[in-house]
Antibody, heavy 120, light 107 residues
């Protein structure tokens, strides 16, 4: 059973860099696509981006200039960095994983979520 | 980016009711649509993938249908634990996009 545990700074000032890490336990780390998704308080889900086992990434266009998702296969971890944050980036951030294979699968394994607040 | 529009945004229903939620895509996404359930304070839970495939462990009262641009999530007999917010997600292309959500409340 795959389990995801995520952590990172929960309070940032405007213009700082958001940095979150997600550790994967169980399963084969290289057999999944790994994603980050966020949810502003009281609002819906927003897909941020995804990285595959080769390190290839896809990002949502509105964040592409500020976001980077990376892998550390030696530690079974992946990370999210978002630069120049503003109050609009305040949200619960989730890491998630989807197995890859013959059928495209949506994210099925999720971290517990981390609330990141941006405030001066 | 593909836009997904869910309707209704919220609904009130009683235990035992049959409930349907629709998701309309701004372009043809074949069968590449998933449905999630999210309870307050919790991570989303995958219910349906590839339009109609029930994820392992999900009760059979949940079903998905549709193709192309119009999709439906149906709960055949609403149970107390089903009161939650439901989201559709397209994984046809990048960027992935979610619908805005449908909140199912107790009548």
């Amino acid at each position: 059973q795959v389990q995801l545990q995520q952590w990172g700074a929960g309070l940032l000032k405007p213009s700082e860099t958001l940095s979150l890490t997600c550790a994967v336990y169980g399963g084969s780390f290289n057999a999944y696509y790994w994603s980050w998704i966020r949810q502003p308080p009281g609002k819906g889900l927003e897909w941020i981006g995804e990285v595959n086992h080769r390190g290839s990434t896809n990002y949502t266009p509105s964040l592409k200039s500020r976001v980077a998702i990376s892998l550390d296969s030696s530690k079974n971890q992946f990370s999210l960095k978002l630069t120049s944050v503003t109050a609009a980036d305040t949200a619960v951030y989730y890491c998630a994983g989807a197995p890859f294979g013959a059928v495209i699968m949506p994210p099925d394994y999720w971290g517990q979520g981390v609330l990141v607040t941006v405030s001066s | 980016a593909i836009q997904l529009t869910q309707s209704p945004s919220s609904l009130s229903a009683a235990v035992g009711d049959r409930v349907s939620i629709t998701c309309r895509a701004s372009q043809d996404i074949r069968h590449d649509l998933a449905w999630y359930q999210q309870r307050p304070g919790k991570a989303p839970k995958l219910l349906i993938y590839s339009e109609s495939n029930l994820q392992t462990g999900v009760p059979s009262r949940f079903s998905g249908s549709g193709s192309g641009t119009d999709f439906t999530l149906t709960i055949s007999s609403l149970q107390p634990e089903d009161f939650a917010t439901y989201y559709c997600l397209q994984d046809y292309n990048f960027p992935r996009t979610f619908g805005q959500g449908t909140k199912v409340e107790i009548k």
